[in-house]
Protein backbone atom coordinates (compact mmCIF):
# COMPACT_ATOMS: atom_id res chain seq x y z
CA UNK A 1 0.00 0.00 0.00
CA UNK A 2 2.77 2.63 1.14
CA UNK A 3 4.70 1.48 -2.31
CA UNK A 4 1.59 2.18 -4.28
CA UNK A 5 0.89 5.52 -2.50
CA UNK A 6 4.31 6.35 -3.09
CA UNK A 7 4.79 5.24 -6.64
CA UNK A 8 1.61 7.46 -7.65
CA UNK A 9 2.65 10.30 -5.56
CA UNK A 10 5.95 10.37 -7.79
CA UNK A 11 4.12 10.21 -11.55
CA UNK A 12 1.78 12.51 -10.85
CA UNK A 13 3.95 15.22 -9.53
CA UNK A 14 6.09 14.43 -12.66
CA UNK A 15 3.04 14.56 -14.77
CA UNK A 16 1.87 17.85 -12.96
CA UNK A 17 5.37 19.32 -13.88
CA UNK A 18 5.42 18.80 -17.28
CA UNK A 19 1.67 19.70 -18.35
CA UNK A 20 1.92 22.41 -20.64
CA UNK A 21 -1.49 23.41 -20.97
CA UNK A 22 -4.61 24.41 -18.73
CA UNK A 23 -6.37 21.23 -20.16
CA UNK A 24 -3.59 18.91 -19.79
CA UNK A 25 -3.18 20.00 -16.27
CA UNK A 26 -7.06 19.41 -15.57
CA UNK A 27 -6.32 15.40 -17.37
CA UNK A 28 -4.11 14.89 -14.33
CA UNK A 29 -6.26 16.11 -11.93
CA UNK A 30 -8.93 13.76 -13.37
CA UNK A 31 -6.65 10.65 -13.92
CA UNK A 32 -5.22 11.19 -9.97
CA UNK A 33 -8.12 12.61 -7.85
CA UNK A 34 -11.61 12.84 -10.12
CA UNK A 35 -14.16 10.20 -8.99
CA UNK A 36 -12.23 7.17 -11.25
CA UNK A 37 -9.03 8.30 -10.76
CA UNK A 38 -5.79 6.49 -8.63
CA UNK A 39 -5.81 8.06 -5.54
CA UNK A 40 -9.92 7.15 -5.37
CA UNK A 41 -9.37 3.50 -6.42
CA UNK A 42 -6.46 3.35 -3.70
CA UNK A 43 -8.94 4.80 -0.91
CA UNK A 44 -11.56 1.88 -2.17
CA UNK A 45 -8.85 -0.73 -1.45
CA UNK A 46 -8.86 0.80 2.21
CA UNK A 47 -11.02 -2.91 2.92
CA UNK A 48 -8.53 -5.01 2.26
CA UNK A 49 -6.09 -3.14 5.00
CA UNK A 50 -5.99 -4.21 8.83
CA UNK A 51 -8.39 -2.23 10.65
CA UNK A 52 -5.96 -1.17 13.43
CA UNK A 53 -3.42 0.16 10.15
CA UNK A 54 -6.59 2.29 8.92
CA UNK A 55 -6.08 5.37 10.07
CA UNK A 56 -2.17 5.65 9.56
CA UNK A 57 -2.84 4.76 5.96
CA UNK A 58 -5.93 7.07 5.80
CA UNK A 59 -3.88 9.97 7.37
CA UNK A 60 -1.07 8.81 4.45
CA UNK A 61 -3.52 8.83 1.85
CA UNK A 62 -4.82 12.46 2.55
CA UNK A 63 -1.44 13.61 3.31
CA UNK A 64 -0.77 12.75 -0.64
CA UNK A 65 -3.63 14.28 -1.65
CA UNK A 66 -3.00 17.75 -0.26
CA UNK A 67 0.32 17.51 -1.86
CA UNK A 68 -1.19 16.69 -5.06
CA UNK A 69 -4.02 19.58 -4.64
CA UNK A 70 -1.52 21.94 -3.72
CA UNK A 71 0.97 21.23 -6.86
CA UNK A 72 -2.28 21.60 -8.67
CA UNK A 73 -3.22 25.07 -8.11
CA UNK A 74 0.38 26.38 -7.66
CA UNK A 75 0.88 24.74 -11.47
CA UNK A 76 -2.35 26.46 -12.92
CA UNK A 77 -1.66 29.93 -11.39
CA UNK A 78 1.70 29.59 -13.26
CA UNK A 79 -0.02 28.35 -16.54
CA UNK A 80 -2.14 31.28 -16.14
CA UNK A 81 0.44 33.68 -15.59
CA UNK A 82 2.00 32.42 -19.08
CA UNK A 83 -0.98 32.57 -20.83
CA UNK A 84 -1.39 36.09 -20.04
CA UNK A 85 1.62 37.25 -20.46
CA UNK A 86 1.82 35.49 -24.11
CA UNK A 87 -1.53 37.46 -24.81
CA UNK A 88 -0.22 40.77 -23.34
CA UNK A 89 2.91 40.77 -25.66
CA UNK A 90 0.89 39.58 -28.90
CA UNK A 91 -1.76 42.28 -28.47
CA UNK A 92 1.13 45.05 -27.86
CA UNK A 93 -0.21 47.96 -29.25
CA UNK A 94 2.90 50.75 -30.08
CA UNK A 95 1.80 54.20 -30.40
CA UNK A 96 4.64 55.80 -32.16
CA UNK A 97 4.83 53.60 -35.27
CA UNK A 98 3.76 55.71 -38.19
CA UNK A 99 0.02 55.40 -39.04
CA UNK A 100 -0.79 53.41 -42.05
CA UNK A 101 -1.60 55.80 -44.65
CA UNK A 102 -5.13 55.29 -46.45
CA UNK A 103 -4.70 56.20 -50.01
CA UNK A 104 -7.80 57.88 -50.51
CA UNK A 105 -8.82 58.95 -54.19
CA UNK A 106 -9.68 62.52 -55.42
CA UNK A 107 -11.90 64.14 -58.61
CA UNK A 108 -10.88 63.47 -62.03
CA UNK A 109 -9.27 66.51 -63.85
CA UNK A 110 -12.32 66.20 -66.29
CA UNK A 111 -14.58 66.03 -63.00
CA UNK A 112 -12.93 69.06 -61.34
CA UNK A 113 -13.04 70.94 -64.60
CA UNK A 114 -16.75 70.14 -65.37
CA UNK A 115 -17.58 70.76 -61.85
CA UNK A 116 -15.94 74.59 -62.39
CA UNK A 117 -18.62 75.00 -65.38
CA UNK A 118 -21.24 74.62 -63.62
CA UNK A 119 -20.39 76.22 -60.42
CA UNK A 120 -20.00 79.51 -62.84
CA UNK A 121 -23.07 78.85 -64.96
CA UNK A 122 -25.46 78.00 -61.51
CA UNK A 123 -24.31 80.95 -61.00
CA UNK A 124 -25.47 83.12 -63.76
CA UNK A 125 -29.02 81.14 -63.22
CA UNK A 126 -28.81 78.03 -65.38
CA UNK A 127 -29.88 75.04 -64.32
CA UNK A 128 -28.23 71.59 -65.15
CA UNK A 129 -30.16 69.33 -66.88
CA UNK A 130 -28.90 65.57 -68.61
CA UNK A 131 -30.14 63.82 -71.86
CA UNK A 132 -29.15 60.36 -73.40
CA UNK A 133 -26.22 58.57 -74.11
CA UNK A 134 -27.99 56.15 -76.74
CA UNK A 135 -29.85 58.99 -78.82
CA UNK A 136 -32.32 58.71 -81.21
CA UNK A 137 -31.14 59.89 -84.99
CA UNK A 138 -33.68 62.55 -84.92
CA UNK A 139 -32.45 64.41 -81.96
CA UNK A 140 -29.04 63.83 -82.80
CA UNK A 141 -29.55 65.14 -86.22
CA UNK A 142 -33.10 65.13 -87.60
CA UNK A 143 -34.04 67.86 -85.52
CA UNK A 144 -31.04 70.11 -85.21
CA UNK A 145 -31.29 70.66 -88.90
CA UNK A 146 -28.57 67.80 -89.87
CA UNK A 147 -30.69 66.13 -92.27
CA UNK A 148 -29.90 62.29 -93.96
CA UNK A 149 -27.78 63.54 -96.45
CA UNK A 150 -26.02 66.54 -94.82
CA UNK A 151 -21.82 66.48 -94.93
CA UNK A 152 -22.14 67.20 -91.03
CA UNK A 153 -23.03 63.54 -90.65
CA UNK A 154 -19.72 62.80 -92.17
CA UNK A 155 -17.66 64.65 -89.44
CA UNK A 156 -19.85 63.56 -87.13
CA UNK A 157 -19.51 59.36 -88.22
CA UNK A 158 -20.88 57.51 -85.09
CA UNK A 159 -21.58 54.08 -83.63
CA UNK A 160 -25.21 53.19 -84.78
CA UNK A 161 -27.25 50.86 -83.14
CA UNK A 162 -29.58 50.70 -85.67
CA UNK A 163 -31.01 52.97 -88.44
CA UNK A 164 -32.94 55.15 -86.00
CA UNK A 165 -30.66 55.21 -82.74
CA UNK A 166 -27.22 56.42 -82.67
CA UNK A 167 -24.94 57.13 -79.91
CA UNK A 168 -24.75 60.73 -79.20
CA UNK A 169 -22.19 62.73 -81.25
CA UNK A 170 -22.61 65.82 -79.59
CA UNK A 171 -24.54 66.91 -76.78
CA UNK A 172 -26.64 69.42 -78.55
CA UNK A 173 -29.94 66.83 -79.01
CA UNK A 174 -30.50 67.76 -75.07
CA UNK A 175 -31.10 71.10 -76.62
CA UNK A 176 -33.89 69.47 -78.79
CA UNK A 177 -35.32 67.52 -75.76
CA UNK A 178 -35.24 70.70 -73.40
CA UNK A 179 -37.22 72.99 -76.01
CA UNK A 180 -40.11 70.24 -76.65
CA UNK A 181 -40.67 70.04 -72.85
CA UNK A 182 -42.67 73.51 -73.69
CA UNK A 183 -41.33 75.71 -70.42
CA UNK A 184 -39.91 78.75 -71.03
CA UNK A 185 -37.60 80.17 -71.16
CA UNK A 186 -35.13 77.82 -71.30
CA UNK A 187 -31.55 78.21 -69.15
CA UNK A 188 -29.65 75.13 -69.23
CA UNK A 189 -26.55 73.31 -69.24
CA UNK A 190 -25.89 69.80 -70.79
CA UNK A 191 -22.95 67.90 -69.49
CA UNK A 192 -22.68 64.73 -70.71
CA UNK A 193 -20.58 61.95 -72.77
CA UNK A 194 -20.50 61.64 -76.42
CA UNK A 195 -19.07 59.20 -79.46
CA UNK A 196 -17.56 59.47 -82.38
CA UNK A 197 -16.29 56.52 -84.60
CA UNK A 198 -12.66 58.77 -84.03
CA UNK A 199 -8.96 57.02 -83.79
CA UNK A 200 -7.26 57.74 -80.84
CA UNK A 201 -4.06 60.26 -80.39
CA UNK A 202 -3.35 63.14 -78.26
CA UNK A 203 -6.51 64.90 -79.26
CA UNK A 204 -8.59 62.49 -79.89
CA UNK A 205 -11.21 59.86 -78.57
CA UNK A 206 -13.84 57.56 -79.94
CA UNK A 207 -15.82 59.08 -76.14
CA UNK A 208 -15.61 61.83 -74.98
CA UNK A 209 -17.30 64.74 -72.99
CA UNK A 210 -19.19 68.22 -73.58
CA UNK A 211 -21.08 70.60 -72.32
CA UNK A 212 -23.75 72.21 -74.34
CA UNK A 213 -25.48 75.18 -72.99
CA UNK A 214 -29.11 76.79 -74.49
CA UNK A 215 -30.34 79.82 -73.71
CA UNK A 216 -34.35 80.82 -75.39
CA UNK A 217 -36.72 83.52 -74.56
CA UNK A 218 -37.84 86.87 -75.86
CA UNK A 219 -35.18 89.38 -77.30
CA UNK A 220 -32.43 87.25 -76.61
CA UNK A 221 -29.85 88.95 -79.09
CA UNK A 222 -26.46 87.74 -80.37
CA UNK A 223 -25.03 90.52 -77.39
CA UNK A 224 -26.13 88.49 -74.73
CA UNK A 225 -24.37 85.40 -76.24
CA UNK A 226 -21.07 87.88 -76.53
CA UNK A 227 -21.63 88.68 -72.96
CA UNK A 228 -21.97 85.64 -71.24
CA UNK A 229 -19.30 83.56 -73.07
CA UNK A 230 -16.68 86.36 -72.22
CA UNK A 231 -17.96 86.23 -68.49
CA UNK A 232 -17.86 82.59 -68.47
CA UNK A 233 -14.09 82.89 -70.11
CA UNK A 234 -12.98 85.55 -67.27
CA UNK A 235 -14.39 83.15 -64.85
CA UNK A 236 -12.32 80.36 -66.30
CA UNK A 237 -9.34 81.71 -67.95
CA UNK A 238 -9.20 85.11 -65.70
CA UNK A 239 -9.90 88.09 -65.39
CA UNK A 240 -7.69 89.36 -67.83
CA UNK A 241 -9.19 87.21 -70.87
CA UNK A 242 -10.11 88.47 -73.28
CA UNK A 243 -12.53 86.42 -76.70
CA UNK A 244 -12.69 86.59 -80.26
CA UNK A 245 -15.83 84.94 -82.34
CA UNK A 246 -14.97 83.89 -85.60
CA UNK A 247 -17.99 83.63 -87.96
CA UNK A 248 -18.51 79.63 -88.33
CA UNK A 249 -21.24 77.10 -89.69
CA UNK A 250 -23.16 74.68 -87.70
CA UNK A 251 -26.30 73.50 -89.12
CA UNK A 252 -29.16 74.50 -85.89
CA UNK A 253 -27.41 78.12 -85.07
CA UNK A 254 -27.56 80.97 -87.39
CA UNK A 255 -25.33 82.91 -87.40
CA UNK A 256 -22.78 80.65 -85.70
CA UNK A 257 -19.28 81.34 -84.66
CA UNK A 258 -16.15 79.84 -82.80
CA UNK A 259 -14.76 81.56 -79.37
CA UNK A 260 -11.51 81.75 -79.19
CA UNK A 261 -9.97 82.99 -75.77
CA UNK A 262 -6.36 85.33 -75.50
CA UNK A 263 -3.74 83.03 -74.82
CA UNK A 264 -3.76 82.62 -70.53
CA UNK A 265 -0.40 81.76 -70.66
CA UNK A 266 1.24 84.23 -72.60
CA UNK A 267 -1.23 86.74 -72.40
CA UNK A 268 -1.83 86.72 -75.99
CA UNK A 269 1.61 87.82 -77.31
CA UNK A 270 2.10 84.22 -78.55
CA UNK A 271 3.54 81.03 -77.07
CA UNK A 272 4.39 77.50 -77.75
CA UNK A 273 1.06 76.58 -75.93
CA UNK A 274 -1.16 78.55 -78.28
CA UNK A 275 0.95 77.90 -81.06
CA UNK A 276 2.45 81.59 -81.71
CA UNK A 277 -0.87 82.76 -82.65
CA UNK A 278 -2.20 84.20 -78.68
CA UNK A 279 -5.46 82.88 -79.24
CA UNK A 280 -6.92 79.33 -78.27
CA UNK A 281 -10.01 77.99 -79.86
CA UNK A 282 -12.43 77.24 -77.18
CA UNK A 283 -15.97 76.28 -78.20
CA UNK A 284 -18.84 76.14 -80.72
CA UNK A 285 -21.86 78.58 -80.42
CA UNK A 286 -24.22 80.83 -82.27
CA UNK A 287 -28.30 81.71 -82.58
CA UNK A 288 -30.41 78.95 -82.34
CA UNK A 289 -31.79 78.00 -86.19
CA UNK A 290 -35.41 79.64 -86.49
CA UNK A 291 -36.08 75.85 -88.58
CA UNK A 292 -34.98 74.66 -85.33
CA UNK A 293 -37.29 76.31 -82.78
CA UNK A 294 -39.86 75.22 -85.21
CA UNK A 295 -39.44 72.06 -85.26
CA UNK A 296 -39.93 72.31 -81.43
CA UNK A 297 -43.12 74.12 -81.30
CA UNK A 298 -41.48 77.33 -80.27
CA UNK A 299 -42.28 80.36 -82.71
CA UNK A 300 -39.23 82.47 -84.21
CA UNK A 301 -41.35 85.58 -84.26
CA UNK A 302 -41.51 85.52 -80.42
CA UNK A 303 -38.59 83.73 -79.01
CA UNK A 304 -34.71 83.63 -79.88
CA UNK A 305 -32.09 81.89 -78.23
CA UNK A 306 -28.55 81.19 -77.91
CA UNK A 307 -26.86 77.79 -77.45
CA UNK A 308 -22.81 76.68 -77.69
CA UNK A 309 -21.15 73.51 -77.10
CA UNK A 310 -17.43 73.34 -75.42
CA UNK A 311 -15.28 69.86 -74.74
CA UNK A 312 -14.85 69.05 -71.52
CA UNK A 313 -11.58 67.32 -71.87
CA UNK A 314 -10.70 70.40 -74.18
CA UNK A 315 -10.80 72.61 -70.92
CA UNK A 316 -9.27 70.17 -68.58
CA UNK A 317 -6.52 69.68 -70.86
CA UNK A 318 -5.98 73.50 -71.43
CA UNK A 319 -6.65 74.58 -67.70
CA UNK A 320 -4.16 71.79 -65.97
CA UNK A 321 -1.97 72.12 -69.40
CA UNK A 322 -2.16 68.13 -69.99
CA UNK A 323 -0.68 67.65 -73.34
CA UNK A 324 -2.28 63.94 -74.05
CA UNK A 325 -5.97 63.88 -73.67
CA UNK A 326 -5.11 59.84 -73.38
CA UNK A 327 -3.51 60.61 -70.19
CA UNK A 328 -7.15 61.85 -68.42
CA UNK A 329 -8.46 57.82 -69.34
CA UNK A 330 -5.89 55.89 -68.72
CA UNK A 331 -6.46 55.76 -65.22
CA UNK A 332 -2.57 55.87 -63.89
CA UNK A 333 -2.69 57.21 -60.11
CA UNK A 334 1.07 58.60 -60.87
CA UNK A 335 -0.69 61.34 -63.27
CA UNK A 336 -3.98 61.73 -61.58
CA UNK A 337 -2.75 62.45 -58.40
CA UNK A 338 -1.19 65.47 -59.61
CA UNK A 339 -4.35 67.34 -59.75
N1 LIG B 1 -22.41 70.31 -81.22
C1 LIG B 1 -21.27 70.98 -81.81
C2 LIG B 1 -20.16 69.98 -82.05
O1 LIG B 1 -20.14 68.95 -81.44
C3 LIG B 1 -20.79 72.09 -80.92
C4 LIG B 1 -21.74 73.22 -80.89
C5 LIG B 1 -21.59 74.27 -81.77
C6 LIG B 1 -22.79 73.26 -80.01
C7 LIG B 1 -22.45 75.35 -81.79
C8 LIG B 1 -23.69 74.34 -80.01
C9 LIG B 1 -23.49 75.38 -80.92
O2 LIG B 1 -24.71 74.42 -79.18
O3 LIG B 1 -24.34 76.44 -80.89
O4 LIG B 1 -19.30 70.24 -82.83
Not at 76 to 96: G, H, I, N
Not at 113 to 141: H, S
Not at 278 to 286: A, F, R, V
Request: aromatic share 8%; with cysteine.
Amino acid sequence: MKEKLEKIREEALAQIGAAQSLEALNEVRVGYLGKKGALTELLKGMKSVAPEDRPKVGQMVNEVRVLLENALEEKKSALEDALLEARLEEEVLDVTLPARKNRVGHRHPNTIALEEVERIFVGMGYEVVEGPEVEKDYYNFEALNIPKDHPARDEQDTFYINDEIVLRTQTSPVQVRTMEQGKLPIRMIAPGRVFRSDEVDATHSPSFHQIEGLVIDKHITFADLKGTLAEFARELFGEETKVKFRPHHFPFTEPSAEMDVSCFKCGGKGCRFCKGSGWIEILGCGMVHPKVLKMCDIDPEEYSGFAFGVGLERIALLKYEIDDMRLLYENDIRFLKQF
